[in-house]
């Protein structure tokens, strides 16, 4: 019984996502999972539809089961982002493999940037430069360069390698058995507007989603658009920060310097330009426009602001994985779940008001949060919906 598996946000879950996971199982999977972003994605943005919705169209597009990647994570650096989904994986102590498409198809090539990125005197050089006033991507790069030459440059500047590099860190640092399977990125580059047949980046079928063109319906399989559809004409989707950007400014106004100084990633003062800031602009896009700079990125300042609204701290986001929460599956996922029960080394959350009770306090609170997460995200979507979704809303087969 083999069952691989793949880290996703599948937002949406498109020809792509679809071209791996058959890969996966012409290799020798028996099973295929994900774990999936919830409803806020590591771009600092809500997901275009809801985790219940995309985990459904991937189940009935060639998944076999989805397993939630809690909000700390998804919300969070490639490093911590990586580190979440692998650690999670390998706490179900039944995962054979994870693939993951990148830029560079060669699994050695990726560990040896991971033990480059790892040693001694790359982190050392990564705070130097990160005190001078370094961003953490562009720190990573030049400590890496200058330590080890160019030999690393193509691996480091490609998104996807980016993250597969933390994959192989993370497997390397728990000693994990999941046996890393690189498959070489095909179509459209990441988040590119170009299309190539019936492959484009999810940025272009989310920017077609949110502008009312049927044109995704060609990058997407057709059981995932026709739920994207359903979801669209019952006004669940797309979520945009634009449905509510008063309220969510309205949440950040509350905030006080110390407050803004216990969100993830906010150090040396940026608490004080973020409390400034909020204060003083009209829209989130001025925001990230005074306080990106090339310490700060957009996407880094565009986390610490959902993180900010979403009410995760610097306490909860170190919190390590706490339960195993089953989104959905199909028929053949009874058997992975099954597996789950007898192995796993955490919790499994099938039915949230009954499996609950068994979690520890810290996995109460880590729940607690992304219940949360998930009412606040019903304010961002066409039709306002009603609360505790996360709680009523049991495995959908």
Known sequence: MNISAT?????????????????AKKQGADYFIGIMSGNVVQRGEFAIADKFTRAKAAVSSGMDMIIELPCIYSLASAERFGYGAVKTLDMCNCIDKLYFGAEC????????????VSSVGVNDRI??????GYSHPRALHTAVTEIFGDRYDEILTKPNNTLAVEYLRTIGLLKSRIE????????????????????????????????????????VPKQSADILDESIRAGECPASIKHNERGFLQALRRLSPIEWSNIPYVSEG???????????CNSLDEITDRIKCKRYTFARISRILMCAYSGITKESANLDPQYIRVLAMNKRG??????????????VIVSPARDISILSEDGKKMFELECKVSDMYTLFTP????????????VLI
């Open 383 to 394: 039709s306002v919906t009603i609360c505790g979704k996360d709680y009523t809303n049991k």
């Open 7 to 23: 880290v996703c946000e599948f937002n949406p879950y498109h020809n792509g996502h679809q071209y791996l996971a058959e890969y």
């Open 127 to 132: 705070k130097e430069l990160s005190a001078s």
């Open 180 to 219: 890393p399977i690189a498959v070489q990125r095909i179509g459209t580059c990441h988040d590119s507007a170009e299309t190539s047949g019936k492959y484009s980046s999810a940025s272009f079928a989310r920017e077609c989603i949110l502008t009312n063109k049927d044109d995704y319906h060609r990058f």
């Open 105 to 116: 198809a060669d699994v050695e090539v990726l560990r040896n940037t991971a033990g480059a």
């Open 270 to 280: 940026l608490e004080n330009r973020l409390y400034r800031a909020v204060r003083e």
């Open 334 to 347: 009874t058997d992975i779940l099954r597996t789950m029960n007898k192995n796993a080394y955490l919790p």
